[in-house]
């Protein structure tokens, strides 16, 4: 079975439910997430420590010290790479666009780089393992990331209501907008405003040169693509107050997120690590095999019977499953997360 460096730089066994390895998992998700605190309490707290008969703890010889002290600055090299991955993310997060450009272009400049871009798509398959493959939702490709933070940061200049992160009771963007009107056009600009305004003319030439780095993508699906987006993003320059207007969608929190999330996936693809966590990927390529064995009405022997599976099902199948075969239900996550073990 093939082993793999996992974000943390420890090595692992892809499919295996060793305590090592859940371990592995559960360390692996909080990096990937960029939960660095959480990812540095936990593996300081779960460090494995020998201990005597007498309760001390066993000292580690020269050759397990120097392999010790190895692992500790491995940790303590991936921590620092999460909090800067961390940092990027609550950059994109609270809007400040062009200081996460200069952070990635610091710390982790092959992402922005288009001149080592290989892809040619929007989406790639991408090899987590020796045994499966994922197909990332989102592109690694620098072109598209560049466009796509370029994108964001043309949204935040074109933005008159100020959307803080994070978000607090007495920070309520509606408190701020103007009265909702019932007709969009009363949001639109008027002969009387002014649209010449320095303010307006450089929001006009970033547009501009949007569409411009577009038309330069080698793809014709991806230009199209982001032609037909551009034509959404540019049309917020007409209104006096686009968070009053048809496409207030990309003002919203969630497209940070979004940007956000694709960067991180870049970034950990750029130091040779999977976009998604295994964890993540475990859950749902377990979704996908339940859904399928559902789907064809499958019935699995108690024997055979996955450990989970005798959490969701009703107590009366459960009785009932016990002489008999059972069709796999279709894995609920949220109901699943829910259930009380």
């Known amino acids: 079975m093939t082993s793999t460096d996992n974000a943390l730089g420890e090595r692992v066994l892809p499919l295996e439910s060793a305590p090592h390895h859940l ?20 593996a300081q707290d779960t460090a494995v420590k020998h201990i005597d008969a007498d309760g001390d ?28 991955r961390e940092e990027v993310r609550n950059k994109i997060l609270s809007g400040q666009v062009e200081e996460a450009i200069h952070l990635i272009e610091q710390h982790f400049p092959s992402v922005l780089d288009t001149s080592n ?23 690694v490709n620098p072109a598209h990331i560049t466009l796509n933070l ?35 056009q009363d949001y639109l600009f008027s002969s009387t405003d002014d649209v010449d305004s320095p303010h307006q003319e450089a929001l006009l030439k970033r547009g501009q ?3 411009a780095y577009a038309h330069m993508l080698p793809n014709p699906d991806d230009r199209a693509e982001y032609m037909e987006e551009l034509g959404h993003v540019g049309s917020l320059l007409i209104y006096k107050v686009p968070e009053r207007s048809p496409e207030a969608r990309y003002l919203s ?32 390529y377990t979704m996908a095999l339940t859904d399928k064995l559902y789907e064809n009405r499958v019935k699995v022997p108690s024997s055979s019977r996955p450990p989970w599976l005798r959490l969701i099902l009703p ?27």
């Not at 703890?57 to 800067?84: C, G, P």
């Not at 935040?156 to 920070?171: F, I, K, Q």
Request: glycine share 2%.
């Open 315 to 341: 107590d009366v199948e459960e009785s009932k499953a016990k002489q008999e075969t059972t069709v796999v239900p279709s894995l609920d996550l949220k109901t699943f997360l829910d259930v009380k073990t």
């Open 150 to 184: 370029r994108i964001l940061a043309f949204i935040e200049a074109c933005r008159t209501v100020p959307l803080v992160y994070p978000p607090s009771p007495s920070s309520t963007s509606d408190a701020v907008l103007p009265p909702l009107s019932s007709n969009p």
């Open 209 to 211: 040169k949007l569409y």
């Open 253 to 284: 929190q969630e497209r940070r997120e979004a940007t956000a999330d694709q960067v991180n996936a870049a970034i950990l693809h750029s130091c040779g690590s999977p976009p998604v966590s295994r964890l993540e990927l475990y859950t749902r």
């Open 117 to 139: 871009s290989t892809d040619t798509s929007l989406y790639q398959a991408r090899t987590v393992s020796g045994k499966v493959e994922y197909v990332a939702t989102t592109s």
């Open 57 to 84: 703890e066993i000292m580690h010889s020269a050759h397990t010290s120097i392999e010790a002290d190895t692992k500790d600055v491995r940790l303590e090299q991936s921590l620092k790479s999460i909090q800067m």
């Open 23 to 42: 371990h592995s998992l559960v360390l692996e998700y909080l990096s990937h997430k960029c939960y660095s605190k959480t990812a540095q309490a936990f």
